[in-house]
């Protein structure tokens, strides 16, 4: 009887353990970011992101690009990320300035204090 109990024992504890390493290993995870236009200077910041996290991961995570308006129209980007439609987006401040103010006062801005 005691080992019926050990083997019962033994084997949950290995399923378990099993179940918990094979879920580690199959955990990849892939976001979504939705652009609108082609490949540019604009969006290297985005392509090289892509890249350091793929390297960095192991290829574990993935940035998936997606451009010409292909998950959402460029207006409504800042929409689509907190309704799950895609996970990263390319965000134009002045689109949405009721719902990103401080992003409206910083596009506006930024390009001056850049300038030599």
Not at 35 to 62: C, D, H, I, P, Q
Not at 84 to 90: H, I, L, P, R, V
């Given at each position: ?8 024992l ?35 910041n ?11 991961s ?33 965000v ?25």
């Amino acid at each position: 009887m005691i080992n019926a109990r050990k083997l019962v024992l033994a084997a949950t504890a290995g399923a378990l353990t099993f179940g918990f390493a094979a879920e580690t290993f199959a955990a990849e995870v892939t976001w979504n970011v939705s652009l609108w236009g082609s490949r540019r200077a604009f969006t290297e910041n985005v392509e090289f992101l892509a890249e350091r996290v793929a390297k960095e991961s192991n290829g574990r995570f993935e940035i998936k690009m997606h451009y010409g308006e292909a998950l959402s129209k460029a207006r409504e980007n800042l929409d689509g990320i907190p309704i799950g439609a895609f996970e990263m987006a390319q965000v134009c401040a002045s689109y949405h300035p009721d719902k990103n103010p401080t992003l409206t006062v910083l596009e506006l801005h930024l390009p001056r204090c850049l300038r030599p």
